[in-house]
Structure formats: C-alpha cells, structure tokens
C-alpha cells in the first residue's frame, strides 16, 4: 500500500470505530478511552485492514494514542502499520 493522506483514512478509522463500539468517536479519542478491549482491538483491526487493504497488527491499534494518531500510523503505509512480517 502506498502512503495515503491522513486525511482519507481518519473517516474510515471513525466509522470502524463506530461498527465496533456502536456509537460514534472524536478523533482525539483513544481507544480504551472509547471503551476498548482485547476482542474490541481484533475486531477494529480486522475491518481497518478490509477497508485500508493493509495489515494492521492489534498492537498498533492498542498503542495509538488516538484515533488521529492511529490513522496518521496507517497512512504512512506498511512499514510503520506495526507490521513485521509479509504475509506469506
């Protein structure tokens, strides 16, 4: 995946997060303070890769320090999305 502009994947970030936690989220929102868990991280990780077409490890998501920050993350594409390995 190449970078993309923040910008673009902040919307789809919150609308995951929206999936996941039932109720919208602000950007400068973290995840736990959102409501997040362990399965809660999975399930956020699992559609951000559908909709990003990008690995997204669960560490990333549990380590962002918001949903902005998270997004910023994953626009600067594979190599600092947390991934350490290619899918083989």
Not at 59 to 76: D, G, M, P, Q
């Amino acid at each position: 995946m190449s970078p993309l502009p923040p910008d673009t994947v902040l919307p789809h970030v919150l609308a995951a997060v929206a999936e996941v936690f039932g109720a919208s989220a602000r950007p400068d929102d973290s995840f736990f303070s959102a409501g997040g868990d362990s399965v809660a991280a999975v399930w956020l990780a699992d559609l951000l890769e559908e909709r990003l077409d990008t690995e997204v490890e669960v560490s990333l998501v549990l380590s962002a320090a918001s949903f902005t920050a998270l997004a910023a993350e994953l626009a600067s594409g594979p190599a600092h999305s947390g991934t350490t390995a290619e899918k083989g």
